[in-house]
């Protein structure tokens, strides 16, 4: 009698399934991103750190306008303006607002992004993302992408609605002046907001719990600035670019160009003092953070992630 | 569809896969062995999620880790059960749909198919945290067939479901492997994988100890009879009659009108205890096997004397 067939050799089913591997799929990121705002914005702490963070946008929205709309006014009432002075403060209101609205920042993207690979990993769902057709490139964008939209919309964003008000609102003199600060505070805002996602991205990469993730976070901007302005104080300078805020104050008052002629300089004699004396190497202390944090999501997929 | 060739796979100094040569068709395979054994390494490395030391897998011809794009090919249901808890079922579902490369439209349409295939449809609204366990297993499943996979791999799915669940899911699943998927199922739970498919896959220390169907595999290991139990009014005569066939080893009266027939073939055992009991006048109202099935096919092969 002859042996019955091996049974890999029958096919159970009925038909059998036809197969396209067609076209290049669309890239993951995005979706990712939005899977993680989606999560975010379900936590109330999210909405209260974005209230927050309006509150700041508020209060300097407020003193840009109402210094322009003084100046407007004067201006048409035919009293002296001294445009210098106008966009000093113009260029004062820019630069406090990047400087305060880095710290709300910082707050709310870990209060909103601070899991984004911690909960991934205590969850699992690596294992999930990571059994369809996304690398660890599209991995890293896509968190990175999360993260990145809380400082746009708190930092770059605000930024950019402040200087079109003051465009648009400023005495026809002084237009072409004030278009000109959109870059230098553009620049300062999206400069903060790539360090503040890469370590948040890193931090989070490194921990297993967003609460966690993003408690250490702040406490270490806190304790990292609360440390070095006092070594600096101490006749430390070198500890000034240990502390990315002040590295980033650096930068934005260089490119704000800030202690020119405004209402800040006139009431505090060493404005136009930069808190760091070099410029470029506050730059590269800033981007020495933004490298750590990337270096720590980068090792973290390498070892959680084979592929 | 599913193909593992010479493939090894090391831990440090722990070999969790030894030279493992394994192919897995259309329709419902199952994978068992115990904790440790090696199927959950083995579910990665088709997955695309490890690279094997030696060897090489492949998933429809392709290198799953060196090629990405053959996973769209692939659903996998993960064991682990803790996902985005805040999400709801058909947000979960469409946003890891999304991954696939399908625009936001077409995954909530494909995600919202997919819910209501596996019974799922009025309760995706839920968010995952307030999900029972089935629920949260079927949405599991769900966000795995979202994308019409050809091949499906499933690890403990079962896991948490109620009986009627249970009941529901092992139809889901069975129906998948009819529909000409590949459909691989990861359990511990025996009768669950007998329910759903007799072709296994048995793995221990990483090796792959059988591969087939599961009556087939039995009727291979010829130095364990099969046990029947019989039912009649007298076993004794019964049993006198029976012990004189050649493939019957022993026969015991087990209890009252239970005769234990201890045979090397259970086709002619199957074939001539109703004709001898029909020549003794009587009825058998019982023929079970307790070893033909898939549990004792596990304990014999699974063990560590087998």
């Known amino acids: 009698m002859a042996e019955p067939p091996l049974l890999e050799d029958r096919i159970h089913a009925v ?64 009293l002296p303006m001294d445009p210098a002075s106008v966009v000093g403060s113009a260029q004062e209101v820019f630069a406090g607002f990047v400087r305060a609205q880095f710290y709300t920042s910082a707050i709310a993207i870990a209060v909103i992004a601070g899991g984004c690979v911690a ?189 | 569809m599913l193909e593992a060739r010479g493939v090894s796979k090391m831990f440090g100094q722990v070999r969790a896969l030894n030279d493992v040569d394994l192919k897995v068709g259309p329709g419902v395979t199952g994978l068992l062995g115990p904790n440790g054994s090696g199927k959950s390494t083995l579910m990665k490395l088709f997955a695309g999620q490890l690279l094997p030391d030696e060897g090489a897998v492949s998933l429809l011809g392709a290198d799953p880790f060196r090629q990405p794009t053959a996973l769209r090919a692939l659903g996998l249901c993960p064991e682990q059960d803790k996902f985005y808890e805040e999400l709801t079922g058909h947000t979960f579902v469409e946003a890891l749909t999304r991954l696939h490369g399908f625009g936001r439209a077409e995954a909530k349409k494909k995600a919202r198919t997919a819910m209501d295939r596996v019974g799922m449809g009025d309760y995706g609204h839920k968010r995952l945290s307030e999900m029972s366990r089935g629920m949260r297993q079927r949405t599991k499943i769900a966000q795995a067939i979202a994308h019409d996979p050809p091949i499906v ?20 699943v069975r129906g998948l492997g009819d529909e000409g998927r590949c459909v691989l199922v990861s359990s511990h739970v025996l009768h669950e994988v007998e329910a759903m498919t007799h072709r296994v896959v048995f793995i221990r220390f990483g090796r792959v100890r059988a591969h087939g169907d599961i009556f087939r595999l039995r009727a291979l290991l010829t130095d364990r009879p099969y046990r029947i139990h019989v039912e009649v009014p007298a076993p004794r005569p019964l049993a006198a009659r029976l012990i004189a066939l050649e493939h019957v080893v022993a026969t015991a009266v087990i209890s009252e009108g239970v005769l234990e027939v201890t045979t090397l073939d259970l086709e002619a055992a199957a074939r001539d205890i109703p004709q001898a009991a029909g020549a003794l006048a009587q009825v058998v109202s019982a023929f079970t096997s307790p070893d033909a099935d898939l549990e004792s096919l596990y304990r014999y092969l699974i063990s560590a004397h087998a």
């Open chain 2, 153 to 172: 791999l499933l690890d403990e799915p079962l896991t948490g479901a109620d009986p009627v669940a249970r009941a529901d899911l092992i139809d889901l």
């Open chain 1, 119 to 307: 909960e991934d990993r205590a969850a699992g769902a690596l294992e999930l993302y990571f059994a369809r057709p996304v690398s660890r490139l599209d991995y890293a964008l896509g968190k990175l992408l999360g993260a990145g939209l809380v400082p746009t919309a708190t930092l770059i964003a605000p930024t950019l609605l402040l200087w079109l008000v003051a465009v648009g609102i400023s005495p026809p003199a002084l237009g072409a002046q004030l278009w000109w600060l959109g870059v230098p505070a553009f620049t300062a805002a999206a400069l903060g907001a790539f360090v503040l996602t890469t370590t948040l991205v890193g931090a989070s990469a490194l921990g297993q719990k967003s609460r966690t993730v993003s408690v250490g976070f702040v406490a270490t901007m806190l304790v990292l600035t609360g440390v070095g302005e006092g070594l600096v104080e101490a006749g430390q300078t070198w500890a000034g670019y240990l502390v990315p805020e002040r590295d980033l104050r650096t930068v934005v008052d260089a490119l704000l160009e800030v202690g020119r002629p405004s209402i800040a300089a006139q009431l505090v004699p060493n404005r136009g003092v930069l808190p760091n004396e070099d410029v470029a190497a506050s730059l590269l202390g800033l981007l020495v953070f933004a490298a750590a944090g990337l270096g720590a999501l980068a090792w973290r997929l390498r070892q959680d992630v084979e592929r």
């Open chain 1, 15 to 78: 038909g059998y399934r036809g197969h396209t591997l067609r076209g290049r799929p669309r890239r993951a990121p995005w979706p990712m991103a939005r899977t993680a705002l989606l999560l975010a914005w379900r936590n109330r702490s999210t909405k209260f750190a974005l209230l927050m963070c309006l509150a700041v946008v508020g209060v300097a929205g407020v003193a840009l306008v109402g210094q322009l709309l003084f100046q407007r006014f004067t201006s048409g009432s035919g």
